[in-house]
Nanobody
Framework: QVQLVESGGGSVQAGGSLRLSCAASGNIFGIFAMGWYRQSAGKQRELVTE???????YYADSVKGRFTISKDMDGRAVHLQMNSLKPEDTAVYYCSFRWGVTPSQSDLWGQGIQVTVSS
């Protein structure tokens, strides 16, 4: 069974940095995209960033220039470096791997990890 395990969340003051990691266990052959979503209180889950097997990368406008996604050479882990954090970045962050070009029910999700940014 494939699982995604996240690490690295926590609390930081505005302007600080955090690095999230997500490691996969099991067979993830053929993964098309790896990314990070977040959900803050009272809001829908939103895509923060993702990277595809072809090298394309997407960032939400709200994090461009501050967040960087990267993945390990073996493609089994993805990381999110978050710099210049703002209180509005406070949310539960989820990593997600998918095989398809578009999201589907077969997508893999991490357990979620809390990031809290205080002003």
């Amino acid at each position: 069974q494939v699982q995604l395990v996240e690490s690295g969340g926590g609390s930081v003051q505005a302007g600080g940095s955090l690095r999230l990691s997500c490691a996969a266990s099991g067979n993830i052959f053929g993964i098309f995209a790896m990314g990070w979503y977040r959900q803050s209180a009272g809001k829908q889950r939103e895509l923060v960033t993702e990277t595809t097997s072809g090298g394309a990368t997407y960032y939400a406008d709200s994090v461009k220039g501050r967040f960087t996604i990267s993945k390990d050479m073996d493609g089994r882990a993805v990381h999110l470096q978050m710099n210049s954090l703002k209180p509005e970045d406070t949310a539960v962050y989820y990593c997600s791997f998918r095989w398809g070009v578009t999201p589907s029910q077969s997508d893999l999700w991490g357990q979620g990890i809390q990031v809290t940014v205080s002003s």
